[in-house]
């Protein structure tokens, strides 16, 4: 009797279990074939039914990022870089630290520090020591007219007057732990190369896929040995016809000097992504045109 009572229990908890197992599998079913539905709370966000983000310039959350804004379907031919100025001859070995974002500053958030405030903080580190210059701080000589100023303010002031600018360095340029950010405030800022005596490994690599071309000093010479100020314009013979693996540039100087320093894009995918402007670029005309 007891042996009966328990099989009849057992057999009735089996078939509980099947029958919640079924259930369990409709509604598995359910949600499949309705996955693109949502919950009740997502359908009640409110979107605008368009297929472009429409972006608020008051979010503090999420910001256009600017780098497109000149992106055209086709890559333009490289050109040589003119008569660029320097607003930083960097001495010595310099970290990835010393040109990046400084969060604690403003003692605000990471999402509150907008994408187009970010190149001011790139090259306001406190630390930061222009070779050309006695003082130690964020400041540079703005060339055409002499005026000593903050390194930001020198080279937006470039930007505005349509001039060109390039970096001089010394030996590990951006060594340290990798950050984004030490590529694409210089970018913003309208650098178009680095020259240094070597380079971090992922920094250079960075510095291609933002379309900054990375060269490097022959053996044995530097800033200071070919006796560069960093108060020079500058002109390199890059263009698109001379864009190759190990590719020698010449380099001459408003003053008349001139120079050979050897290209740093290692790979050939590097030129590709240089010939389009950076990584971004390419990537973004690879989809478009997909």
């Known amino acids: 009797m007891r042996f009966k009572k328990f099989y009849l229990l057992q057999n ?33 966000l409110k979107v605008n039914k368009t297929d472009l983000y429409k972006w608020k310039p008051e979010s503090t959350y ?16 490289v050109q040589p870089i003119k008569k660029a100025y320097c607003p930083l001859n960097l001495a010595g070995s310099i970290a990835e630290n010393s040109l990046l974002v ?11 520090i907008l994408i187009l405030m970010v190149p001011e903080e790139e090259m306001m580190k406190l630390w930061l020591e222009v070779h050309s210059l006695t003082l130690v701080g964020p400041q540079t000589v703005y060339v055409p007219t002499g005026e000593v100023m903050d390194v930001f303010d020198a080279a937006d002031k470039h930007m505005r007057e349509g001039n060109q600018s390039i970096v001089l360095a010394g030996q590990e340029y951006d060594s340290g732990s990798s950050r984004d950010w030490a590529t694409k405030g ?47 314009q500058f002109t390199i013979n890059v263009n698109t016809s001379n864009l190759t693996l190990g590719q020698t540039y010449t380099v001459e ?38």
């Open 12 to 44: 009735g908890i089996l078939k509980l279990i099947k029958s919640i197992q079924v259930i369990y599998k409709l509604e598995l079913i359910r949600k499949f074939i309705n996955n693109q539905e949502g919950t009740e709370r997502w359908n009640q």
């Open 62 to 77: 999420i910001h256009n990022p600017p780098f497109f804004q000149t992106t055209e379907l086709n890559p333009k031919l």
């Open 102 to 112: 400084v969060i604690s500053k403003a003692k605000v958030s990471l999402r509150k």
């Open 186 to 232: 210089p970018y913003l800022q309208g650098v178009k190369c680095v020259i240094a005596q070597s380079f971090e490994r992922i920094h250079r690599s960075n510095l291609v896929e933002m379309g900054i071309l990375p060269l490097e000093f022959l053996q044995g010479e530097s800033a200071d040995t070919l006796g560069l100020t960093g108060k020079e």
């Open 253 to 290: 100087t408003s003053t008349g000097k001139k120079f050979q320093a050897k290209s740093r894009s290692d790979t050939e995918v590097e030129i590709e992504y240089y010939k389009h402007g950076g990584i971004l670029q390419y990537v973004l005309r690879k989809l478009v045109k997909a």
